[in-house]
Nanobody, 121 residues
Framework: QVQLVESGGGLVQPGGSLRLSCAASGRTFSIDTGSWYRQAPGKERELVAEITNPGGSTNYADSVKGRFTISRDNAKNTVYLQMNSLEPEDTAVYYC??????????????WGQGTQVTVSS
């Protein structure tokens, strides 16, 4: 069984930085594509960043381009989101989504439990 465990959320001041982690705990699990989404109160869930395998291509929402960086560590089955120059508008629950496969299993996506990021002075 695969579980995605998110960590790294919290409260930071505007201009601060935070790094979110999303680790897949299942054995024999390999990541294909990793993504980060966020959802603020009263708003639709939006794609923030995405990274693909094997080339590591990335894409970002315009609102975070230049401030956020998505990365991965395949050996650790972990996807990261480095968030710099945080703004109050970044306040949201952040969810990771990973597309991958367990050995002898089928390709599917998995969601993390969500982690709260609050940017406030």
């Amino acid at each position: 069984q695969v579980q995605l465990v998110e960590s790294g959320g919290g409260l930071v001041q505007p201009g601060g930085s935070l790094r979110l982690s999303c680790a897949a705990s299942g054995r024999t699990f390999s990541i294909d594509t990793g993504s980060w989404y966020r959802q603020a109160p009263g708003k639709e869930r939006e794609l923030v960043a995405e990274i693909t395998n094997p080339g590591g291509s990335t894409n970002y929402a315009d609102s975070v381009k230049g401030r956020f960086t998505i990365s991965r560590d395949n050996a650790k089955n972990t996807v990261y989101l480095q968030m710099n120059s945080l703004e109050p508008e970044d306040t949201a629950v952040y969810y990771c989504n990973v597309v991958g496969k367990v050995l002898f299993g089928r390709r599917r996506d998995y969601w993390g439990q969500g982690t709260q990021v609050t940017v406030s002075s």
